[in-house]
């Protein structure tokens, strides 16, 4: 599966690749990138830009995953980890409220299908 794809993405970067012209100019959004992107000896801001990759490569960790039981649920559907260990610490009103609500709807559509059924 993986050599698959990247075989396939090998043909797609040649075919790229063969569609530019031979000359390549100033303007060359590839070529400069590419030039950017290289890292020269002696290069006073290389230092710089290491750090600053390093501290992007830092920023997109993910955050640990909680791996303990399920959690109760909550109304922002937020799973335990970083931010909440999964406790539910509340009084029970956000429980029961919504508690009620669901139950408020479903003697609602009850009611309209007990007084609708007679006209089928």
Do not use: C, T
Request: hydrophobic share 30%.
């Amino acid at each position: 599966l993986a050599q698959g794809r990247q075989q396939q993405q090998n043909v797609e970067d040649a075919i790229k690749e063969m569609q530019k012209p031979l000359a390549r100019y100033i303007d060359d959004e590839d070529l400069d990138r590419m030039l950017r992107e290289q890292e020269r000896e002696g290069d006073p801001m290389a230092e710089f830009i290491q750090k600053r990759k390093a501290k992007e490569n830092q920023e997109k960790k993910e955050k640990p995953r909680y791996s303990g039981p399920a959690p109760p649920p909550n109304r922002f559907n937020i799973w335990p980890g970083h931010r909440w260990d999964g406790v539910d610490r509340s009084n029970g009103f956000e429980q029961q409220f919504f508690a009620r609500m669901a139950n408020k709807k479903a003697v609602q559509e009850l009611a309209y299908k007990r007084s609708s059924e007679d006209l089928f």
